[in-house]
């Protein structure tokens, strides 16, 4: 990575060290926050999931890379070094546009910003406007939002493609049903692995014409 990508992750890290701090000076939880301040806060994915995409989507050969969840642009900055040392795209999607702004002003400041698509709006809406030829996917939005999202980018998915999902560990039970329904795909290999939150990590061996069941 050169000094710009590593000044911006610095940035972020900083960002990171110091909502620790605030943590540890209130027992390691944080006071009630005042309405919409919650949202302000980072909750990133952390260096060691950010390296561990990074290298994974760096082993693609040009990919088309969705990230689910935007947020304040930390995961996009591995996931754009990615791209571009790939020969890849980064198309990346968040609800927020104040978010979204964020990560676009980190992303020009590591010299990474032409290789990212910002999308603002429903991501289920922006993945079914989206074209097939997905080869890899970070999912790390709102956790009831997974199963809802995997339905529409399943379709969608290049043979091979990489599936990487964020705060998935065993027992936890709000991810419980995307991950039941994630490992049921015809060929998709699938395991959860204990880096960083907890990721789900799957391989999409081949498309068949196959959905995700949905809601009786």
């Known amino acids: 990575m050169d000094s710009k990508v590593t000044s911006v992750l610095d940035a972020y890290h900083e960002m990171m060290r110091q909502e620790r701090e605030e943590r540890t000076r209130h027992q390691g939880r944080l006071p009630r926050p005042k309405e919409g301040e919650r949202d302000r806060r980072l909750f990133a994915i952390g260096a060691e ?4 995409v990074n290298t ?3 082993s693609l050969v040009r ?5 689910l969840g935007t947020s304040y642009g930390y995961s996009g900055i591995w996931l754009a070094e ?3 040392a790939a020969g890849g795209r980064l198309v990346t999607m968040e609800i927020a546009d104040y ?3 964020f990560a676009r002003e980190m992303a020009e400041k590591a010299g990474l910003a032409d290789f990212v698509d910002f999308r ?3 991501a289920v809406r922006l993945i ?3 074209p097939a030829g997905i080869d890899f996917v970070l999912v790390d939005l709102a956790n009831h939002l997974y199963l809802p999202c995997l339905r529409a980018f399943h379709p969608k998915l290049n043979p091979g493609a990489i599936i990487v999902t964020d705060n998935v ?3 936890r039970a709000d991810t419980a049903e995307y991950v039941a329904a994630l490992r049921a795909l015809p060929q998709m290999a699938s395991l959860c692995l204990p880096v960083g939150n907890g990721l789900e990590l799957s391989r999409f061996e081949a498309f068949e014409p196959a959905t995700v069941k949905q809601d009786q």
């Open 120 to 122: 603002v709006g429903d």
């Open 49 to 52: 999931t950010g390296r561990f």
């Open 99 to 101: 978010k979204s702004a």
């Open 63 to 67: 990919p088309t890379i969705l990230e």
């Open 56 to 58: 994974l989507a760096r």
């Open 128 to 130: 079914e406007d989206m």
């Open 82 to 84: 990615a791209a571009r």
């Open 169 to 171: 560990r065993p027992g």
